[in-house]
């Protein structure tokens, strides 16, 4: 069982940069993604990493955002910069063992962008 939990949220201006991790306890997850979840919006899908290394990036965190991850502590990050208010959200963390398994998630972390 993976148990995600993340980490580093918080709240910065415009512009500004945030580096999000999470953890997830058990053996090393196949697939780990980013999601963020603004109010009144649909959760959606920010950035993944799966475990040969191939990333995933929305189209409007390209150039922005940078996902990693540490195999050796199966800890994923999130670093973002020039971060908008746009941007403003509870980000959830994901994890997966293997390509079948639903999945689990953490308890979110809220990012907050002022202008």
């Known amino acids: 069982q993976v148990q995600p939990v993340e980490s580093g949220g918080g709240l910065v201006q415009a512009g500004g940069s945030l580096r999000l991790s999470c953890a997830a306890s058990g053996i090393i997850s196949y697939f780990m993604g980013w999601y963020r979840q603004a109010p009144g919006k649909q959760r959606e899908l920010v950035a993944s990493i799966i475990r040969g290394g191939s990333t995933y990036y929305a189209d409007y965190v390209k150039g922005r955002f940078t996902i990693s991850k540490d195999n050796g502590k199966n800890t994923m990050y999130l670093q973002m910069n020039s971060l908008k208010p746009e941007d403003t959200a509870v980000y959830y963390c994901?994890?997966?063992?293997?390509?079948?398994?639903?999945?689990?998630w953490g308890q979110g972390t809220q990012v907050t962008v002022s202008s």
């Open positions: 994901k994890a997966q063992l293997s390509p079948g398994d639903v999945g689990s």
